[in-house]
């Protein structure tokens, strides 16, 4: 029988020891282990641990032996940073954002879901989102509509969107302008002139839709400054990137030169077609970024969700680092708002995509209905945000 003397010393040494003990098993916060971290950033493609604490990537080398109050198994995954997508409509629902997040995306952007008029219901979304989230203000003041944002050229209004702009200055990171035959119509240049005019006195970029424009893409390409994004760059004609000879335009190459970024804009309805994707990466004319154009719709249709997106592009014989890249570093310099991110740096806010490389065969659809068959494709499998796992969707 224990006497009270000893009960108290027993007490006494337990506390004492746990918390050394308890201090060298958990020198971390977490611990992701034993996968592939692909780090376009650093050029790192290897099996390595990552180390986290207080939020931040802490350590990052091939063995990590001191303790972390968790760990995860990534043995035969790859790690990468969190993907940051630049084009979505994600802030359409409340839930959006997560949804995103469990597909390993920890930054994103709502492209234009909405103009000056309602402008507070997608930065309300934004806001309440786990992860980085932030909105482009449609140059049509009544957001995204059937018979399109600004046939009627009145809503292109440079007052209204700058006086939202104004009211919202850490949300709206940009400015949105449709551009397509059904959206503008013969409007295309003098919307994007007007959304020059807003984003210009902020000193913010523009995102144009291309592709099926009345105008043609060089004169419109001509309003485009450095930093901004030309979205659905894979649209077939009228207006592609490229002739039918297979030739990037030289208007595309120059505003390339000048600082003009493009991006993918995967999408539903006449943003991608095998073969001028097929055409233009032929021609040597990668991506700057990818992006889903995501919507609660599209995750059972074509996009389903970022890693399935990034592999069409593996598909298409781009290399996993370059389409990684495109999905985290490239996409973070976009926006101020991501300029840390994007990197599994020491000293970085840990971010990061568990994803599962499958081999075997898969099919990919365009916005055309044509099929092509893959034989990888990535699939999310577990997403790291701030430093903390983010649990699972049931
Ligand atoms: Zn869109």
Redesign the pocket.
Known sequence: MMNRRSFISTGTATFLSIPRVFAAATKYDLIVKGGRVIDPSRKLNAIRDVAISQGRIVAVEPSISAGAAETIDASGKLVVPGLVDI?T?ATRTKDGPALCLADGVTGLID??SQGADRIAETIAVAKSAPQQCRVLINIGRAGILPEGDTMDISRADVAAAREAISRNREMIAGVKARLSRDVAGPNDFEVLRRAQEVASSFHLPVMI?MGQTVSPLPKLLALLKPGDVV?HMFAPPPNSIIDDAGHILPEVMAARRRGVKFDL?N?RTGHLRWDIAESVLKAGFLPDTFST?WTPESRTAQVINFPNVMSKFLMLGMSIDQVIACATVNASRIFPVFRNRGTVKVGAPADLAVLELREGSFEFVDNFQNTRMGHQRLFPNATVLAGKRVANRT
Do not use: E, I
Request: negative net charge; charged residues 10%.
């Open positions: 084009h409509h492209a234009g839709h979205t804009g999408g154009d």
